[in-house]
C-alpha cells in the first residue's frame, strides 16, 4: 500500500521559514518523479515545485521561484520542501504527490500526472 505522510507544517511569522518532509513507503521511490502542490481556503490546488527522480530537474511556480526549493533522498525515500521569506499568501495545506510515468514540464505542473496523494500538512503564514 503506498503511503506518503508530509510534516513539518505549522504556523510561522511573515519572513520565516520551515522545511516540509514527505516520507514514502509502498513504493520504488527512486523511479517516482515528486512534487508538492497546496490548496488555500476557497481555492483550487495549485502546484507548487516538482522533482525528477533522479534530482536533477526541478520545476517551480512563479509565485515560489527564489524562495522555496524541492529536493529529495532517495535513500531515506523521503522529498522535502525548503520554504524561506514566507507570506501570508502562502498559508495553505501543502501535499506531496507522486508519479511514475515521463517527467516533463508539460505534465509536472498538473495534478492529474500524480497518481498518488498525500494526506496534507497545514501552513499558516501570520502577517
Known amino acids: 500500500q503506498v503511503q506518503l505522510l508530509e510534516s513539518g507544517g505549522g504556523l510561522v511569522q511573515a519572513g520565516g521559514s520551515l522545511r516540509l518532509s514527505c516520507a514514502a513507503s509502498?513504493?520504488?521511490?527512486?523511479?517516482?518523479?515528486m512534487a508538492w502542490f497546496r490548496q488555500a481556503p476557497g481555492k483550487d490546488r495549485e502546484f507548487v515545485a516538482a522533482?525528477?527522480?533522479?534530482?536533477?530537474?526541478?520545476y517551480y511556480s512563479d509565485s515560489v521561484k527564489g524562495r522555496f526549493t524541492i529536493s529529495r533522498d532517495n535513500a531515506k525515500k523521503t522529498v522535502y520542501l525548503q520554504m524561506d521569506t514566507l507570506k501570508p499568501e502562502d498559508t495553505a495545506v501543502y501535499y506531496c504527490?507522486?508519479?511514475?510515468?515521463?517527467?516533463?514540464?508539460?505534465?509536472?505542473?498538473?495534478?492529474?500526472?500524480?497518481?498518488?496523494w498525500g494526506q496534507g500538512t497545514q501552513v499558516t503564514v501570520s502577517s
Open positions: 522533482i525528477k527522480w533522479s534530482g536533477s530537474i526541478t
Open positions: 509502498g513504493l520504488a521511490f527512486s523511479n517516482y518523479n
Open positions: 504527490a507522486a508519479a511514475d510515468s515521463v517527467f516533463s514540464s508539460a505534465r509536472a505542473y498538473s495534478g492529474s500526472y500524480y497518481h498518488h
